[in-house]
């Protein structure tokens, strides 16, 4: 069984459910897949049919959820039942509902029959919302554990795991002598839980439960970012694709040329009005580039930047330069050569960035006359490369 935790809750668009898509594919292995909740970031019909489309023409094997926080409303008139039981051959999973925080009795006493059976001898119990354990306080009451605890105190040596979503990372614990397995990596943005569980040390993820030489076992599988290649494996599509994200970027910027010019003479509610264009084409342009992004992990994203930005300074922008002089035009030639002069900060930059947990560089500024970058306690009066006046210059800050 492959569980996927969490794919939906944060909002439905390409960006967050292109993971939800790779893990999807990533679950055709196993037998069946199980969604641990929060589908949708809200239970009205417009998103359970977005999320039931998306599932039904990507998954490759049977998918069963059961209901997060998020999922209210119409949950039930399109997933069915909020309790049940699947009983295979070699172990069963109970899922119960528990997404307003409480067990239903209709769970419990489900959860008893189960257990009461005398073939099932290995069982999960899973819910979305984890029990009071060592790592987080995101979790229903010590009472509403002393009642699943009731319901399955009589049979305890048959329940292997608890498995539960919610919290947008993952951990592993022991509670009441069981181990719980909290998995909310399928496609919402991964928190921190603790100082030992960071953001940045976690990937999105699935988990998959399967027997070992008799006895239920699991292992988290990493997601890369890349698992759903499908549609960017289409020639006509992928073309398409990239020309949308110009296109998209385009408008970007475009948009907010105008929104300055706006500023520049007083006219802010057009300016704010720009600027939030602009903002929209830019989250366009980041949906359909997604869809076709190669991304490397987050721990070696910076240092797959700097090629990029050694090539553009060391000959590409040098070359052009060149050839916009001998085709007198100082405008281009002049563009140029400032945009060098900031690749060349911008890779240097990344260098110290790649070691990510010792760069320390608190305040980044950006002349925002030619776009160079400075860093450190003292920043010149004057951009070293146009004169831009220091007044001006952007001030990014952590």
């Known amino acids: 069984m492959g569980v996927i935790g969490d794919p939906g809750c944060e909002g439905l668009g390409t960006y967050n459910m292109k993971v939800y898509a790779g893990t999807l594919e990533k679950s055709a292995q196993d037998d069946i897949t199980l969604i ?20 039904e023409v990507i998954a490759h094997n049977d998918v069963y959820v059961l209901r997060g926080n998020h999922d209210t409303g119409a949950y039930t008139d399109y997933f069915g039942r909020k309790n049940y039981a699947l009983l295979a051959k070699e172990f069963s999973v109970v899922v119960l509902d528990n997404a307003m925080r409480a067990f239903e009795e209709e769970g419990l006493e489900l ?6 059976m005398e073939e099932v001898q290995q069982v999960i119990i899973a819910f979305h919302i984890p029990v009071p354990n060592h790592f987080i306080r995101n979790s229903v009451s010590e009472s509403e554990f002393e009642r699943l605890k009731a319901a399955y105190t009589p049979w305890k040596s048959k329940v292997k ?62 997601l890369s970012e890349n698992a759903y290649e499908k549609e960017r494996k ?14 998209e970027l385009m408008a970007h910027l475009k948009y907010l040329m105008f929104a300055d010019r706006a500023k520049r003479r007083g006219m802010d509610k057009i300016a ?11 989250h366009h342009a980041r949906n359909f580039y997604s869809v076709i992004q190669s991304k490397a992990s987050f721990g070696e994203s910076a240092k797959s930047f700097i090629p990029r930005e050694e090539f553009e300074y060391q000959y590409f922008y040098k070359m052009m330069e060149e050839y916009a002089a001998q085709e007198n035009a100082p405008l281009t030639k002049q563009a140029f050569s400032g ?37 450190g306690d003292h920043i010149p009066d004057r951009c070293p490369v146009c004169g831009g006046p220091k007044r001006q210059f952007e001030v990014f800050e952590s």
């Open 161 to 222: 795991y608890l498995l539960c979503g919610h919290v947008h990372s993952r951990f592993e614990d022991v509670v009441d002598d069981i181990p719980l397995i909290c998995t909310g990596g399928g496609g919402a943005l991964i928190e921190d839980v603790s100082e030992d569980i960071r953001a940045c040390d976690v990937e999105h993820h699935m988990v998959h439960f399967f027997m070992e030489e008799g006895r239920l076992t699991y292992r988290f599988d990493e």
């Open 234 to 247: 289409v020639p006509i599509l992928r073309e398409n694709l990239e020309k949308t994200v110009a296109s």
């Open 339 to 375: 945009a060098a002069a900031a690749e060349e900060i911008h890779a240097e930059l990344l260098k110290e960035a790649a070691s990510i947990d010792t760069f320390d560089t608190d305040t980044v500024y950006v002349c925002p006359i030619c776009g160079y970058v400075m860093t």
């Open 36 to 55: 641990a909740g929060d589908l949708v970031p809200a239970g009205n019909a417009h998103y359970y049919e977005e999320i039931s489309a998306l599932t």
């Open 272 to 282: 704010n009005l720009f600027e939030a264009l602009a903002a929209s084409e830019y």
């Open 111 to 116: 959860l008893k029959q189960v257990l009461a």
